[in-house]
């Protein structure tokens, strides 16, 4: 299984990016997917995660700001990240828990920067 995360960037505080992370391979239908978050000096943390059903889990430092979701058919999943603040500066890391053999899958970081 390969993840191929997209979407970071440079933003002002209070702005707005989206994040893609597409799966690809042999993925079995029961998993879960989600986004994790390294910032400068600190370890890295959960974001958000989503199961096929589409249950949902956040961090509780993003609730109400960033929303996930996905798209079975392409095996995608998504972070919409809104009122971003500096505290939300890392590289966002997206992965895939296959929760039959709970083999987990990591795709490579996206860099997000929030700054005035």
């Known amino acids: 299984v390969q993840l191929q995360a997209s979407g970071g960037g440079s933003v002002q505080p209070g702005g707005s990016l989206r994040l893609s992370c597409a799966a690809s391979g042999t993925i079995f239908s029961i998993n879960a997917m989600g986004w994790y978050r390294q910032g400068p000096g600190k370890q890295r943390e959960l974001v958000a995660t989503?199961?096929?059903?589409?249950?949902?889990n956040y961090a509780d430092s993003v609730k109400g700001r960033f929303t996930i979701s996905r798209d079975n058919a392409k095996n995608t999943v998504y972070l919409q990240l809104n009122s971003l603040k500096p505290e939300d500066t890392a590289v966002y890391y997206c992965?895939?828990?296959?929760?039959?053999?709970?083999?987990?899958?990591w795709g490579q970081g996206t860099l997000v920067t929030v700054s005035s």
């Open positions: 992965n895939l828990r296959d929760l039959s053999s709970l083999v987990v899958y």
């Open positions: 989503i199961t096929g059903g589409g249950s949902t």
